[in-house]
């Protein structure tokens, strides 16, 4: 590509670079946000599309793990980068998983047990990009169409689902033994 055509539609290289590293992923995180406070639209509804939403670049497959690798360049040897990266798509994701989480857990503010659920919860789509060359080797069929896609969203789901409740039990439990203390 000639240095006209980069100045034209990026500005310079830092610009080519930055749309290298976002376009794949699709758009920024302000639609996964807004999803997370919809009222009335239940946990597991909300956790489906956010899920949907966190692998669906995945769909557009090489494209994407060339990104993903460019990624973990960045986390490894971050440029400016990084830091727009995780101001922008990172922390506004997780703050609003953390409140979803809130609401539904009844938690008046966020303790470090409902970070780890969301880091833990948001680390269910994060495997699939880091195990994309496993998955190919092992079960390539498991990400090969945009269907295999979506039933992943559809796990991942209830997976995500399974460790509120378990969360919730565990919580629940610590009330308990708490109320019996003297």
């Known amino acids: 590509m000639n240095v006209s055509a980069i100045s034209y539609y990026f500005g310079d290289k830092e610009g080519l670079y930055s749309a290298t590293f976002n ?6 995180s302000n639609d996964l946000v807004a999803a997370c406070n919809v009222p009335g639209q239940s946990l597991e509804d909300t956790l489906r599309i956010c899920m949907a939403a966190m692998i669906d670049p995945l769909k ?26 995780l101001e922008r798509d990172i922390k506004g994701p997780h703050r609003a ?45 498991l990400l090969r169409t ?22 919730t039990a565990r919580r629940r439990q610590v009330a308990a033994e708490q109320r019996k203390k003297p």
Do not use: N
């Open 146 to 167: 945009p269907r295999a896609i979506d039933t992943w969203a559809d796990r991942l789901t209830g997976y995500a689902m399974a460790l509120v409740q378990a969360e």
């Open 97 to 141: 998983i953390v409140e979803l989480l809130c609401r539904h857990l009844q938690v008046e503010r966020a303790d470090d047990d409902i970070h780890r659920l969301t880091f833990a919860i948001t680390g269910l789509s994060m495997q699939l990009y880091v195990s994309q060359d496993f998955i190919e080797a092992l079960r390539p069929s």
């Open 60 to 85: 557009q497959g090489e494209i994407v793990r060339q990104c993903i690798q460019l990624h973990m360049r960045e986390m490894l040897e971050p440029t400016s980068q990084w830091a727009k990266e």
């Open 23 to 28: 376009e794949p992923m699709g758009s920024d």
